[in-house]
C-alpha cells in the first residue's frame, strides 16, 4: 500500500551511497545477492532466537533491496535478468523469515503454512499480469520496473513492517500472522479483481 510513495523517494535517500557503489564497480545483481544474504541470515538468526540481530539484519536487507534497483537505473545496468532475480532471492528472503518463525512458534504451523501459500499466490499473480500487459507496459506502461507490481494490500513494505512486529512484540505473533494471512487473501482478491478488469476483453491463453 504504501511501497510506491516510499519508491520515489528513496533513490534521493541513498543517492551518494549507490555513487560510491557505481564507482567502486559494483553491479546491482551483487547488490541483490548480498540483500537475500542477509535476508536468509536474518530468517537463521530468527530460528537462533537472536531477534534484535535479525532485526537489524532483515532492515539492512530490505534497504539493499532497493539499493538494487536504483544501482541498475544510475549506472544504466538493468537487465530483465535482474528483474527476475531480484524477485526470485526476495521470495528466498521472505520465506526464510517464515520458516525462522515457525521455528520460534511451532504452536501455529497452519498459520505458517497459509502465509508461504500467500506469498505463492500473490507472486503468481503478480507475474502472470506482468506478463499479460507486456504489451501496455512497452506501450508507456505502468511502471520502470522489470516486472510490473499492481496494487496490492500486501507488499514488501507491509511485508517488512510485520516482521518488525513479529520481531518486537511476539506477544502477539497469533494475531499478526492471521491479520498478515487475511491481508494476504485480500491482495489475491485484489489483484484477481484487477486482472479481471483489464484482461478480460483480450485474447485467451
Do not use: K
Amino acid at each position: 500500500m504504501f511501497d510506491e510513495p516510499f519508491r520515489r523517494a528513496f533513490p534521493a535517500m541513498v543517492g551518494g551511497p549507490v555513487r560510491a557503489l557505481a564507482r567502486a564497480g559494483v553491479t546491482p545483481n551483487q547488490v541483490t545477492v548480498a540483500a537475500c544474504a542477509l535476508g536468509v541470515g536474518a530468517g537463521v538468526l530468527v530460528g537462533a532466537h537472536h531477534p534484535r540481530l535479525a532485526l537489524v539484519a532483515w532492515l539492512a536487507s530490505r534497504v539493499l533491496d532497493g539499493v538494487d534497483g536504483v544501482l541498475a537505473r544510475e549506472t544504466g545496468r538493468g537487465t530483465p535478468f535482474g528483474g527476475v532475480l531480484d524477485l526470485t532471492l526476495d521470495m528466498l528472503a521472505y520465506g526464510a523469515m517464515v520458516v525462522g518463525f515457525a521455528v520460534v512458534h511451532p504452536a501455529h504451523p497452519i498459520a505458517w503454512t497459509l502465509i508461504l501459500v500467500g506469498y505463492l499466490l500473490v507472486t503468481t499473480l503478480t507475474l502472470a499480469v506482468a506478463s499479460l500487459l507486456e504489451g501496455l507496459q512497452a506501450r508507456g506502461g505502468l511502471t520502470n520496473r522489470s516486472i510490473a507490481f499492481t496494487p496490492g494490500y500486501a507488499e514488501a513494505g507491509e511485508t517488512t513492517a510485520v516482521y518488525v512486529l513479529l520481531l518486537l512484540v511476539p506477544q502477539f505473533t497469533v494475531a499478526i500472522a492471521w491479520t498478515w494471512i487475511a491481508l494476504l487473501a485480500a491482495t489475491v482478491v485484489q489483484r484477481l479483481a484487477f486482472a479481471r478488469r483489464v484482461l478480460a476483453n483480450g485474447p485467451s491463453a
